[in-house]
T-cell receptor, first 116, second 111 residues
Framework: GAVVSQHPSWVICKSGTSVKIECRSLDFQATTMFWYRQFPKQSLMLMATSNEGSKATYEQGVEKDKFLINHASLTLSTLTVTSAHPEDSSFYIC????????????FGDGTRLSIL | LAKTTQPISMDSYEGQEVNITCSHNNIATNDYITWYQQFPSQGPRFIIQGYKTKVTNEVASLFIPADRKSSTLSLPRVSLSDTAVYYCLVGDRNAGNMLTFGGGTRLMVKP
């Protein structure tokens, strides 16, 4: 089955630091990747959608200058949380899909981000 | 994107069949119905996907009535390890499979 790898799985850093999270599709070419954020005991909230080679589309209320998304290849997308603050602490999850009918999204295992 | 409504939580016992129903009254013609399972601190895992009637795989069955305004995920003979949150999603197969997550159903399987 399709595998999406996310790295790192867990990061703790000081306030003001920028953190980069990688999302890779290991055995398929992901034409579209999605980034979600999940707070404890809540559902996943879509942050942005990125297509390979083009700018990401951000959901309403998500600061694009705060959460930088790069989708430079068909197997890699990165999310950079710039100048992170404690309120950015959350569980970040990526998913990937390829533009074939009936293909579901495949999710990474998430990144737990804790800002001190 | 079609909105989904599911029960917030369900309890069951080991060995029982569990049916989780999801309402999606404004489902569009191009929308597929997909169910995911999520354990704590993990990403959602794909369970099953369907468009109409019945779909069955090695872990679950998905029942979709003719009007497609609801769907039922059926888990046969659940075990303790099936304790998780289950999400029903509908998405346009022609829109890059973008999905909107609802609240999900928290299933607790008891011994």
């Amino acid at each position: 089955g399709a595998v999406v790898s996310q790295h790192p799985s867990w990061v703790i850093c000081k306030s003001g630091t920028s953190v980069k999270i990688e999302c890779r599709s290991l055995d398929f070419q992901a034409t579209t990747m999605f980034w979600y954020r999940q707070f404890p005991k809540q559902s996943l909230m879509l942050m942005a959608t990125s297509n390979e080679g083009s700018k990401a589309t951000y959901e309403q209320g998500v600061e694009k200058d705060k959460f930088l998304i790069n989708h430079a290849s068909l197997t890699l997308s990165t999310l950079t949380v710039t100048s992170a603050h404690p309120e950015d602490s959350s569980f970040y999850i990526c998913s990937a899909s390829y533009r074939v009918e009936n293909q579901p999204q495949h999710f990474g295992d998430g990144t737990r981000l804790s800002i001190l | 994107l079609a909105k989904t409504t599911q029960p917030i939580s369900m309890d069951s016992y080991e060995g029982q069949e569990v049916n989780i129903t999801c309402s999606h009254n404004n489902i569009a013609t191009n929308d597929y119905i997909t169910w995911y399972q999520q354990f704590p601190s993990q990403g959602p895992r794909f369970i099953i996907q369907g468009y109409k009637t019945k779909v069955t795989n090695e872990v679950a069955s998905l029942f979709i009535p003719a009007d497609r305004k609801s769907s039922t995920l059926s888990l046969p003979r659940v075990s303790l390890s099936d304790t998780a949150v289950y999400y029903c999603l509908v998405g346009d197969r022609n829109a890059g499979n973008m999905l909107t997550f609802g609240g999900g159903t928290r299933l607790m399987v008891k011994p």
